[in-house]
C-alpha cells in the first residue's frame, strides 16, 4: 500500500537521490537538462533542507518525492515566485514502474495541503515547456501558466505555473 508522508532520517538519501535520477532520466534522454536529472546527494540534501519533502512508500520502498518550501526573493528565478502566500514545489518525482498510478497527484495534494495549511494562498511550481505531458498534468490539476524564462545553464524554457489553494481542496 502506498503511504504518502514527510521524510525521516530512517530515508535513505542515496535512495531518494537514486529515485530521481530514474525519474528524471527519460527526460534527460530528451536533452531536458532537469537539476534532478543528475544531481548530487548534496544538492538532494539541500533541496530536502529548504522546506518539507514529502515521500511516497510502497512497503519500505521510496517511489515518489515532492519538496514543498516558502518562495523568497533571493532565491526566485520568476517575479511570481516571489510573490506574498505563493509557496513554490519542486523536485517531484515518481519512479518509472509507479507512473500513471495517482502517486504524483497525491504527492501535489500533500504540497498543497501543507502549503494550505502553513497560511499560503498558492502553490507554483515550474518545469520545462518542451515536457507538454508535465504541464498539460499541472493545467488538468488547476495550475496556470504564470510566466516563463530561459534558465541560465538550461537546454530548455521553463514555464512557471501556479494555483490557487483558496477553494482548493
Same mark, same amino acid.
Given at each position: 500500500?502506498?503511504?504518502?508522508?514527510?521524510?525521516?532520517?530512517?530515508?535513505?538519501?542515496?535512495?531518494?537521490?537514486? $529515485?530521481?535520477?530514474? /525519474?528524471?532520466? =527519460?527526460?534527460?534522454?530528451?536533452? $531536458?537538462?532537469?537539476? /534532478?536529472?543528475? =544531481?548530487?546527494?548534496?544538492?538532494?540534501?539541500e533541496r530536502i533542507n529548504a522546506g518539507c519533502c514529502f515521500v511516497a512508500t510502497d512497503n519500505g520502498r521510496l517511489i515518489g518525492t515532492i519538496v514543498v518550501e516558502p518562495t523568497s526573493r533571493e532565491s526566485a528565478d520568476c517575479p511570481y515566485f516571489a510573490k506574498p502566500g505563493v509557496a513554490s514545489a519542486h523536485q517531484m518525482a515518481v519512479a518509472p514502474d509507479c507512473q500513471r498510478k495517482g502517486i504524483g497527484s497525491r504527492l501535489l495534494g500533500a504540497a498543497e495541503a501543507w502549503a494550505r495549511n502553513n497560511g499560503f494562498s498558492e502553490l507554483a511550481l515550474d518545469t520545462a515547456e518542451p515536457a507538454r505531458h508535465l504541464v498539460e498534468m499541472y493545467s488538468r490539476r488547476g495550475y496556470r501558466h504564470v510566466d516563463s524564462t530561459q534558465g541560465e545553464g538550461k537546454s530548455y524554457r521553463s514555464v512557471f505555473m501556479a494555483k490557487s489553494l483558496d477553494n482548493a481542496a
Open positions: 500500500m502506498v503511504e504518502i508522508r514527510q521524510i525521516n532520517p530512517n530515508d535513505s538519501v542515496e535512495e531518494l537521490t537514486e $529515485l530521481l535520477h530514474s /525519474a528524471y532520466a =527519460q527526460l534527460g534522454n530528451a536533452g $531536458l537538462n532537469y537539476t /534532478a536529472v543528475d =544531481q548530487s546527494l548534496s544538492t538532494t540534501v
